[in-house]
């Protein structure tokens, strides 16, 4: 029972790392057991807390590349304020005229769309047939205002998916709006 593979209660790294001499004086007595293998359960809580850990280095790096920006062009703007209490997938950073300087890895994944594609172009782009006039009417007069606001907008993927997207829209100035940030969802 000492040996049989079924008792383990963790993962063996010791038996890999025997030289071939060692391993073939302890191959005999670790034997496969006939019972049913039930699966690591301590590993998904594992992956899951990877994840989480993930996500929130590629938020942080995502906001301090804004912050560059911040200092780059002295925004006025809180930028901590602004991120504070937004889940967001997606950054897309403009300027004046709303043409992509920046997007993160997040645009990708949601749009299918290259950084590299998606550079000097609007985020009209992103629209398509169904894309409803009235939502897109209303997201250009609030980018008129110069005032934040959330809108929903029925967004196509590069693969002609279409997908909702909840989009938080904040302008940035320095002494006037000089660029806009859109902290964008699929929902």
């Not at 004086?25 to 990877?50: A, G, L, R």
């Not at 780059?72 to 950073?93: A, C, G, H, R, S």
């Not at 002609?160 to 902290?183: D, M």
Request: charged share 30%; glycine share 2%; hydrophobic share 35%.
């Amino acid at each position: 029972m000492k040996n049989n593979l079924a008792n383990m209660m963790c993962l063996d790294f010791f038996t890999p790392s025997q030289d071939e001499q060692d391993y073939g004086t302890i191959k005999e007595v670790i034997k496969p057991s006939n019972e049913i293998q039930t699966p690591i359960i301590s590993f998904d809580f594992y992956i899951n807390s990877f994840t989480t850990e993930v996500n929130k280095l590629n938020r942080e790096r995502d906001i301090n590349s804004i912050k560059e920006f911040s200092n780059k062009f002295q925004w006025n703007d809180n930028l901590d304020e602004i991120f504070k209490d937004i889940d967001f997938e997606t950054i897309v950073l403009t300027n004046e005229k709303q043409e992509i300087l920046w997007v993160n890895a997040g645009f990708k994944e949601m749009t299918g769309y290259t950084k590299t594609f998606a550079l000097k172009k609007t985020p009209s782009f992103l629209q398509g047939k169904n894309t409803c006039e009235i939502t897109k009417k209303r997201i250009r007069n609030k980018i008129l205002t110069n005032e934040p606001f959330k809108e929903i907008v029925l967004n196509y993927k590069k693969d002609k998916t279409p997908y909702k997207c909840e989009i938080n829209v904040f302008p940035l100035s320095h002494k006037n709006t000089t660029h806009y940030i859109a902290l964008e969802r699929a929902i």
